[in-house]
T-cell receptor
C-alpha cells in the first residue's frame, strides 16, 4: 500500500520568503507527526496531530512555524519569513491511533534557504 | 526529557563482517524503534521493539527494558547496509498524547566491499 507522501521533495527559496510543505499520511492513520533533521541538531520533533484533538506544538522552534491538518488527513507545515537556520530536511510520519504503534516516515522535504 | 545515547558513533566494516549497535536510554519507555537512513535520506523502519527480541533476515534486535538498552545486530554485512542507524524512543505520559519520538544521534555505518 501507499506510504507517507511528502511534497515537494526539494525546495530552494530565498531568505524571508514563506514556504509550505505538504504531508499525506498512510490511509487510516489518525496520528501525524512532523520532525526536522538538521546538521548539528539531529532529528527533532516539531508538532503532533491526533484526530480532532488540539495539536501538540511543543517542538515548534518559533512562532514563524505553524501547521494545520485538514479533514483529519493531509497536513501542511508553513514557515514564514524563512531564515538560513531553517535549512533542513523536514520529515513527516504517521501512525495508528492506538498507543504503542510504530511511526512510519515519508521521504522528507529538503529545504534550502539561500 | 528522555535521553538517548547510541554507540559507536561511527563503524567501518568489511563486507561479510558482523556488528552490534547499542542504544541506551535514560528512563522507562513504551516504544522503541530502530531505523536505517539510507544514503538517499530515506528513513526505513527496521524494528518496533519496546521489549524482547525480533529477527528479520540478517538483522535482529533485542531490547532489555528493565536495564534501559537495546541492541541491533547486523550479520554478514553488505554494502547496502551502509547508512545511519537511529534508535528512537517514546514514553507515554498519559491522556490522549501519544507523543513524540526522541532520537539518538545515530551510528554511521560504512561497509566496504
Amino acid at each position: 500500500g501507499a506510504g507517507v507522501s511528502q511534497s515537494p521533495s526539494n525546495k530552494v527559496t530565498e531568505k524571508g520568503k514563506d514556504v509550505e510543505l505538504r504531508c499525506d499520511p498512510i490511509s487510516g492513520h489518525t496520528a501525524l507527526y512532523w520532525y526536522r533533521q538538521s546538521l548539528g541538531q539531529g532529528l527533532e520533533f516539531l508538532i503532533y496531530f491526533q484526530g480532532n484533538s488540539a495539536p501538540d506544538k511543543s517542538g515548534l522552534p518559533s512562532d514563524r512555524f505553524s501547521a494545520e491538518r485538514t479533514g483529519g488527513s493531509v497536513s501542511t507545515l508553513t514557515i514564514q519569513r524563512t531564515q538560513q537556520e531553517d535549512s533542513a530536511v523536514y520529515l513527516c510520519a504517521s501512525s495508528l491511533v492506538r498507543v504503542y504503534q510504530p511511526q512510519h516516515f515519508g521521504d522528507g522535504t529538503r529545504l534550502s534557504i539561500l | 526529557g528522555i535521553q538517548v545515547e547510541q554507540s559507536p558513533p561511527d563503524l567501518i566494516l568489511q563486507e561479510g563482517a558482523n556488528s552490534t549497535l547499542r542504544c541506551n536510554f535514560s528512563d522507562s519507555v513504551n516504544n522503541l524503534q530502530w531505523f536505517h537512513q539510507n544514503p538517499w535520506g530515506q528513513l526505513i523502519n527496521l524494528f518496533y521493539i519496546p521489549s524482547g527480541t525480533k529477527q528479520n533476515g540478517r538483522l535482529s534486535a533485542t531490547t532489555v527494558a528493565t536495564e534501559r538498552y537495546s541492541l541491533l545486530y547486523i550479520s554478514s554485512s553488505q554494502t547496502t547496509d551502509s547508512g545511519v542507524y537511529f534508535c528512537a524512543v517514546f514514553f507515554y505520559a498519559g491522556g490522549t498524547s501519544y507523543g513524540k519520538l526522541t532520537f539518538g544521534q545515530g551510528t554511521i555505518l560504512t561497509v566496504h566491499p
